[in-house]
């Protein structure tokens, strides 16, 4: 079965960094989206960033310049790596993986990890 664990999170101060990780198991497709989302409490989940099995990227607004999302395909493993991290980007963060359609730029996906926290201090 397919199965997606992230690891990474934790409590940072404002300004500092985090890289998360997510180990993708079982799923075998030569066309697929993988991407970062997060839900803070009482808000709709948003995209944080996806990226394709062409190898590109795109990510939010508000996060650019700040977050990257990676691969790696040897190891099966998606990658956030967050920088400048501010109390807003405080969240469960998911990773998640689906064929890729059309687009990689949405909220539906197929396969979705449990979450990381992601808690950003003043």
């Known amino acids: 079965q397919v199965q997606l664990v992230e690891s990474g999170g934790g409590s940072v101060q404002a300004g500092g960094s985090l890289r998360l990780s997510c180990e993708i198991s079982?799923?075998?497709?030569?066309?697929?989206?993988m991407g970062w989302f997060r839900q803070a409490p009482g808000k709709q989940r948003e995209i944080i960033a996806v990226?394709?099995?062409?190898?590109?990227?795109y990510a939010a607004d508000s996060v650019k310049g700040r977050f990257t999302i990676s691969k790696d395909n040897a190891k099966n493993t998606l990658y956030l790596q967050m920088n400048s991290l501010k109390p807003e980007d405080s969240a469960m963060y998911y990773c998640?993986?689906?064929?890729?359609?059309?687009?990689?730029?949405?909220?539906?996906?197929?396969?979705w990890g449990q979450g990381t926290q992601v808690t950003v201090s003043s």
């Open positions: 079982g799923y075998a497709d030569n066309r697929y989206c």
């Open positions: 990226i394709n099995s062409g190898g590109s990227t």
């Open positions: 998640a993986a689906d064929h890729w359609w059309d687009t990689c730029w949405r909220t539906r996906y197929n396969y």
